[in-house]
């Protein structure tokens, strides 16, 4: 049933991410993360800031209660390698990203604000970046792994693979800082 999946612990890959997870939103004590505790989250404020033992975190994707990721929230998590955001964020705040170790980004169809391009930079090993289909703000194009404001076709992240499309025509602040 929906209620016992909602109490069922989340698997963490991650023995750190667990760690403040369960020392910040683990309401029942049991030391566990459920789905329903993780569903309650409404802000993560900056618990992940500055954490260089975090490697992955793709258990974000529960915690569907999330409509931001505010600025900061994970700056300087250089250990950080892996995560997926969440369906429910609409909003990703300035340097929500920066100073990662991210491999991969994946922008949720969701996603209609991001501060600027300095969410994701001085992440030097990014190298794929993918907007979902059906993002109403926000594209990457022909696979050209950025994001692109669709509306401007002004590229505003970027990656060392990424392709420019010749349909772009400014490329934003600091869209490529240290990538």
């Known amino acids: 049933t929906l ?5 069922s612990s989340i698997f963490f890959i991650d023995s750190n991410a667990k760690a403040i997870c369960v020392s910040n939103w683990d309401t029942n004590g049991d030391g566990e993360l459920s789905y329903g505790e993780a569903t309650a989250v409404t802000d993560l404020g900056t618990v992940f800031r500055a954490n260089g033992d975090i490697t992955s975190f793709n258990e974000l994707q529960y915690f569907i ?16 390698t892996s995560i997926t955001i969440p369906n429910s964020v609409i909003e990703i705040g300035d340097f929500a990203f920066q100073a990662c170790s991210l491999t991969a980004v994946r ?37 050209c792994n950025a994001i692109i404001e669709t509306s ?19 490329i934003g602040y600091k869209a490529f800082r240290y990538q």
């Open 3 to 7: 209620e016992s999946s909602s109490n």
């Open 65 to 80: 209660g999330l409509t931001c990721i505010r600025k900061d929230a994970f700056h300087e998590c250089k250990g950080l």
């Open 107 to 143: 922008i949720p169809s969701s996603v209609i604000a991001i501060a600027t391009g300095r969410s994701f930079s001085d992440n030097p090993t990014l190298t794929s970046i993918i907007v979902e289909d059906g993002n109403p703000v926000y594209d990457s194009r022909n696979n």
């Open 152 to 170: 401007t076709n002004k590229l505003i992240v970027g990656c060392k693979n990424t392709v420019i499309p010749s349909t772009v025509k400014i």
